[in-house]
């Protein structure tokens, strides 16, 4: 009885010590959107692609404009390294504006950053993830705009 015990804890203790491994292997969805924006903003396209599923984000906008999916994603990082030189523009996202939430689900997670100023041009920043082989992938980039006729009415 007391070997069946011992095996039993010892089955225990392996089985948390495998999950407490593959917990610390797997970045959380907010890391992701972290890292993916860290690799967009230094062009590193090569280690973005690691966070980002390109065809699934970019798609109905590669089939508008005649284009890959990769075409267009690198034309947007473009754009934004572009933009974020001018002296008009920063390159960074003001984090301390939003408020950032969260729902993970098993193999879902959806991370949105949502305005706290008044007059915010851009309100809401919806990422959608996927689990995809132990590592999370956005899959869904959704910004919605502040509507300025509704304000002045």
Same mark, same amino acid.
């Given at each position: ?15 948390? @010590?495998?999950?407490?491994? #593959?917990?610390?292997?797997?970045? @959380? ?16 396209? =090569? ?30 990082? #473009? ?73 002045? =009415?």
């Amino acid at each position: 009885m007391k070997f069946y015990t011992i095996l039993l804890t010892l089955a225990l203790f392996i089985a948390s @010590c495998e999950k407490r491994q #593959e917990a610390a292997t797997m970045d @959380c969805p907010l890391a992701t959107i972290v890292k993916l924006e860290s690799a967009e903003a230094y062009k590193d396209y =090569n280690a973005a692609m690691n966070y980002i599923d390109i065809e699934k984000v970019y798609s109905a906008i590669a089939i508008k404009e005649n284009k890959t999916s990769e075409q267009v994603w690198k034309e947007f990082l #473009e754009f934004k390294y572009t933009v974020g030189k001018s002296n008009k523009f920063v390159s960074t996202f003001p984090l301390h504006k939003y408020k950032i939430s969260k729902i993970i689900k098993e193999n879902t997670a959806e991370v949105q950053f949502t305005g706290t100023e008044e007059g915010q041009r851009i309100k809401v920043i919806t990422y959608r993830l996927t689990l995809e082989n132990k590592s999370w992938k956005v899959v869904a980039i959704e910004y919605k705009k502040q509507n300025y006729l509704q304000n002045n =009415n």
